[in-house]
């Protein structure tokens, strides 16, 4: 197994997706179980595409674990970095959707979102030889939330810092996971402060800026090097190597959004990784940086659950063929 150019930090679940659109969740009857969690689907949409990566995370020592262990292997993910917890349990999220595929995070069931496994991972066992080798570490906030994985986020910051690994950020913000939503402002506002890296959706920008425009928020955190606002079906903005701009939505059949968003983070840092930071300062090459990660989104929106939906280079390719002057 080749030594991954990326790290992607935090959470791997299970979603628990509504088998029924458009009926809230007290309604719904019945669930179908597909595997999530933001940095593991970036972490499989790079595998995908071409790019080596390793998971950082921690699963219980349960059958849904290691079900999720067993896909990360199964895509070629380097497992290294998983912890796995003796008694709390790998962490199940319910969604319901709306008529359209829109996804709505509806909560754990009887489970407190601190039971979870995810929120135990010690900073001590975390693989400190991988950092050395990395280009990217993928990070979103979720954890955080809890003070035991927020220190391990601290270390790998740290040893990201030593290697001079990039920092790539995707704000992920979900109010399920945390208790006090002014105090999670105020945590995830000082941590995109130190990011190379970030990508925020329309209503996140506007939570922790109060704006959507990239170029904005570029200049008050000062040295990032990228942010990346996106909107759905409306498309994104971007400001990436200098060089700033819009990009509208590619018109696909939606049967289901989610992990759209990570999948255009790992598009992005697929391209970050072929095509090099500098070659970023060209803005034909950021565009089409831009172009490449939102065909990757909207590719996974054609099936259901995350992983499972997630294209091929090959496949991307294709699709800006067919869509080439959109």
């Not at 791997?12 to 669930?31: C, K, M, N, R, Y």
């Not at 179908?32 to 933001?38: E, L, S």
């Not at 399920?176 to 995109?192: G, H, M, N, P, T």
């Not at 940086?289 to 939102?294: E, L």
Request: proline content about 4%; some cysteine.
């Amino acid at each position: 197994m080749n030594t991954p150019r990326v790290l992607c930090f935090g959470e791997i679940l299970f979603d628990l997706i509504s088998d029924q659109p458009g009926l809230p969740l007290e309604a719904v009857t019945s669930w179908t179980h597909y595997p999530g969690g933001a940095p593991a689907n970036v972490a499989c949409a790079l595998e995908k595409l071409g790019t080596s990566a390793g998971f950082v995370g921690c699963v219980g020592e349960d059958v849904p674990g290691k079900e999720l262990v067993d896909l990360l292997r199964s895509i070629g993910v380097d497992t290294m970095g998983i912890q796995r917890h003796p008694t709390a349990p790998t962490r199940e999220i319910y969604v319901v959707r709306t008529a359209d595929g829109d996804r709505i995070f509806a909560g754990f069931g009887d489970r407190d979102t601190a039971e979870f496994a995810d929120t135990r991972l010690q900073a001590n066992l975390l693989p400190v030889d991988q950092f050395a080798n990395a280009d990217y570490l993928v990070l979103g906030t979720l954890e955080l939330a809890y003070a035991e994985t927020r220190k391990a986020i601290e270390r790998a910051i740290e040893l990201a810092d030593q290697h001079l690994v990039k920092l790539f950020v995707d704000v992920n913000w979900r109010p399920v996971f945390w208790s006090d939503e002014e105090a999670a402002r105020r945590i995830i506002q000082a941590f995109v402060q130190r990011v190379d890296f970030l990508k925020l959706s329309a209503e996140e920008a506007e939570w922790l800026f109060d704006t959507q425009d990239p170029g904005v928020i570029a200049h008050r955190l000062g040295s990032v090097e990228g942010v990346l606002v996106t909107d759905g079906d409306r498309g994104c903005a971007y400001a990436l190597g200098g060089n700033e701009g819009k990009f509208p939505a590619f018109k696909v059949e939606v049967e289901d959004t989610t992990g759209a968003g990570d999948s255009f983070v790992a598009g992005v840092v697929h391209q970050l990784c072929q095509q090099g930071l500098q070659a970023m300062r060209d803005r034909t090459v950021a565009e089409k940086t831009i172009a490449y990660a939102s065909a990757v989104g909207a590719l996974t929106t054609l099936r259901p659950g995350a992983i499972a939906a997630q294209p091929t280079a090959t496949e991307v390719e294709a699709f800006l063929y067919l869509h080439d002057g959109h």
